[in-house]
Structure formats: structure tokens, C-alpha cells
């Protein structure tokens, strides 16, 4: 019964994303830093999430995986609510893609 719920709620969590550059260096050097700014929307009626696990796929311009990403938010999302978040990413050289990927999620 949990896994059949389990399965139904990360198909209704949505998940956006994007990654931006950002130069913290200061005045005399430049110093380039990625953040991915993301949120999730938890579309269930009834159900709250928490601890959200995402995964971050980086892949080259011939579409090879290069690496991934874990990533936790320890957050509860209250139903029909989206819960936007920043986190701070080390983005590989060779990277010219991301996908954002939902793996697990426990209902509160």
C-alpha cells in the first residue's frame, strides 16, 4: 500500500529548475559560482511531502551523461503549495545540458 502511494505522489510533484552563473569575486577577480534555482509544487489535494530528494544529470554536447547531482531539501510542502529553493552546484566544464529529476519523497 505505501509503495502504490509513494508512486502516485512523485507523479503528481512537479519540479522547475534553472542554473545560474553568478560572479562572487569582488572587485579585482572574478570568481564564477552556479546556483540552481528550483521549486516544487506538490499538486496532491490532501497529501504534504517532505524530504525531497532530486537528482541533477549534467551532459555534454553528444548527449553523454557526464555526472550527477544528489540533493535533499528538508522542507514539508503543504498540498497544492510550491516550495521554491537555491542551492549552490558545482557545474562540470563540460556540461552544456541539465535535467532535474524527482527520486523520492516521504508523505508527511
Not at 59 to 77: G, Q, R
Request: hydrophobic share 40%; glycine share 2%.
Amino acid at each position: 500500500m505505501k509503495t502504490s502511494e509513494q508512486a502516485q505522489i512523485l507523479a503528481l510533484l512537479k519540479a522547475s529548475a534553472e542554473v545560474n552563473k553568478v560572479d562572487e569575486g569582488g572587485l579585482f577577480r572574478t570568481k564564477c559560482v552556479h546556483y540552481l534555482y528550483g521549486s516544487i509544487t506538490n499538486e496532491p489535494a490532501v497529501a504534504a511531502v517532505k524530504e525531497i530528494k532530486l537528482r541533477l544529470d549534467f551532459f555534454s554536447k553528444t548527449d553523454a551523461k557526464i555526472t550527477s547531482n544528489e540533493l535533499t531539501l528538508y522542507e514539508f510542502i503543504l498540498p497544492n503549495h510550491t516550495h521554491s529553493f537555491k542551492e549552490k552546484i558545482n557545474w562540470p566544464n563540460e556540461a552544456i545540458t541539465y535535467q532535474l529529476k524527482i527520486l523520492d519523497a516521504e508523505i508527511n
